[in-house]
């Protein structure tokens, strides 16, 4: 199985002219790796927004413990 090579469009602002060329193996090595750098903040951020939820149905569990309603412990969350 052959992967094509990524394309670079390079465009000239002043004359509108378009060059179209492979990346380079540089090229090509810096997007592998601001990839995988974008894959490991989108991890964290949902692994953060889990947490935040979790954290937040800890409390409200709490909250309904100490014998609030469920509508007065979602007020007090901010839910």
Request: aromatic letters at 0%; charged letters at 25%; a negative charge.
């Amino acid at each position: 199985m052959t992967t094509e090579t990524p394309m670079i469009v390079e465009v000239d602002c002043s004359t509108g002219e378009q060059i179209t060329r492979p990346m380079t193996e540089a090229e090509i090595a810096n997007m592998q790796t601001m990839q995988e750098e974008n894959a490991a903040r989108v991890a964290a951020d949902e692994a953060a927004s889990a947490e935040k939820a979790a954290l937040k149905a800890a409390a409200l569990a709490k909250l309904t413990a100490l014998g609030l309603t469920e509508e007065e412990a979602m007020a007090i969350a901010g839910a």
